[in-house]
């Protein structure tokens, strides 16, 4: 949050006013009654799991939906919870490293592979588990499987790079934190279900921290 306030701000939007609610709340009413004194143009939260769908249901049940445009981090809105939101998701814009709407061979392919296995769609945790192995595969295959030196290891890892479903992946040196496509998304209704769909992107940015 502090991040998307920094960057924001610095594109000239105004912040009117931070509401901020416990993890584990089940009525939000008293925090949707402020956002609606505030009257804002959008509002950006970030939220996950049962709070993710308590919030964005309770957001369309108190009638700010039709007024106020609802962003997020991805994972407020990701397919493990859409379900449970409903069409109260719909039009909530979202950012996020993957989208199960990709369209890319590489992401195709994963979420074939995955179904076929599992008998269920991936879901954004699924590309990150498999990111993480591919990883560990990748130094060691660069390594000949020789893990003695655990310098040689690290650097190893640290020189991955190659396309994930979620798009070009790699380490930046100087943080360790992963470069990558970042996606801007809205909640659509395509063929009966719910879904992330891609409107822009965002290309390998690196997280600030």
């Not at 919870?81 to 950012?95: K, R």
């Not at 009966?192 to 891609?198: D, E, I, S």
Request: hydrophobic share 40%.
């Amino acid at each position: 949050v502090a991040a998307f306030k920094e960057s924001f701000i610095a594109a000239g939007g105004t912040i009117l006013e931070e509401v901020w609610s416990p993890l584990g709340t089940n009525d939000y009413g008293a925090y949707l009654a402020q956002i609606k004194r505030a009257n804002p143009e959008a509002v950006f939260c970030f939220y996950a799991g049962s709070d993710a769908v308590r919030f964005v249901n309770q957001f369309d049940e108190y009638g700010l939906k039709k007024d106020i445009q609802l962003t997020s981090a991805g994972f407020m809105v990701e397919n493990d919870v859409l379900p449970a939101q409903g069409d109260s998701a719909l039009g909530t814009y979202s950012g996020l490293h993957w989208a199960d709407t990709l369209d890319t061979p590489e992401n195709k392919s994963f979420m074939k592979a995955f179904e076929e296995r599992y008998g269920h769609e991936a879901s954004v945790y699924a590309v990150q588990g498999y990111d993480s192995a591919r990883v560990i595969v990748e130094a060691l295959n660069s390594l000949n499987g020789e893990t003695g030196n655990k310098d040689q290891l690290l650097a190893a890892i640290s020189g991955v790079k190659f396309t994930s479903p979620r798009g070009p992946f790699s380490f930046d040196p100087d943080t360790n934190n992963v470069v990558q496509d970042i996606y801007i998304r809205e909640v659509q209704k395509i063929d009966g279900k719910l879904r992330n769909v891609v409107l822009a992107k965002h290309d390998q940015l690196r997280d600030p921290g």
